[in-house]
């Protein structure tokens, strides 16, 4: 179903609250104030990028860091969140509790209860979307194996889940994964590949994918094209080839 009246991406993409938690009887929004800052340095960086169509190495770690926050942040990413990850103790994700006052005494108890707050363990998400960053093994692959594709006879369509990975069960890294900067412009990360798209029909597999992934919405600034896609997803829908979709789009990634 297409919306028939026009609609801001705020009131789409986002859920209002989502990282407002109770302590203590009062609403504590400190969470959120962070995304805002990162979202509008991250902004900043995305902004040059697209302008100048080139990438420093500081710039292109400043949209890895993009692509990993989006990836734990949306909520496609809850259920695994909370069941493999958000009781992962915060010292192992680099990240320790400690009394402002060192003469303070510290008592276990009061550690632990604030260990089990839950404004505590959604630091957690946070903390998983520098891990790829801190490793500067992992990091470095990374770069290596990016780089941008530009297309202006395809806009993009963007989902509520933009990033399409391989599958990855560490948090640690990224696997290949490809990932909308605007509607012409894609970041795309495949090891050992030469860093070129082999046929034109790449983009629109790509978008597909992206239908494909969405939790509730997709959006694109050319409605024909949504419509073709998701007609050409109904066909592969009827004939139970859809699974395919997340691993066949990077087959065209030379």
Not at 147 to 173: A, C, H, K, Q, W
């Amino acid at each position: 179903m297409i919306l028939k009246s026009k609609q801001s991406s705020k009131s789409i993409f986002f859920e209002m609250g989502r990282n407002n938690f109770d302590v203590n009887g009062e609403t504590v929004d400190n969470i959120e104030l962070l995304y805002s800052e990162i979202d509008n340095l991250l902004s900043k960086y995305l902004d040059k990028v697209l302008s100048t169509h080139s990438m420093t190495g500081r710039e292109l770690t400043m949209i890895i860091l993009l692509v990993t926050l989006t990836k734990w942040r949306i909520p496609a990413s809850d259920e695994k969140f909370r069941k493999r990850f958000r009781d992962i103790p915060i010292e192992q994700l680099g990240l320790a509790l400690r009394p402002v006052d060192k003469e303070m005494e510290v008592k276990e108890e009061d550690v632990k209860r604030i260990k089990e707050m839950e404004i505590t363990k959604e630091v957690n998400r946070l903390l998983l979307s520098i891990q790829p960053l801190l490793r500067e093994q992992n990091l470095d692959e990374i770069h290596k194996n990016c780089f941008i594709v530009s297309d202006d006879e395809f806009p993009s369509l963007l989902g509520d889940m933009p990033i399409i990975e391989r599958p990855n069960d560490s948090y640690e890294t990224l696997e290949d994964f490809i990932f909308p900067l605007s509607s012409n412009e894609t970041l795309i990360c495949k090891r050992g590949a030469q860093k070129h798209i082999s046929q034109k029909i790449f983009h629109i597999q790509k978008d597909l994918t992206t239908f494909h992934l969405a939790n509730k919405y997709v959006v694109c600034k050319s409605k024909e094209q949504l419509l073709k896609i998701a007609e050409i997803y109904s066909t592969l829908l009827a004939d139970n080839k859809t699974h395919l979709l997340t691993n066949y789009v990077f087959e065209f990634i030379k």
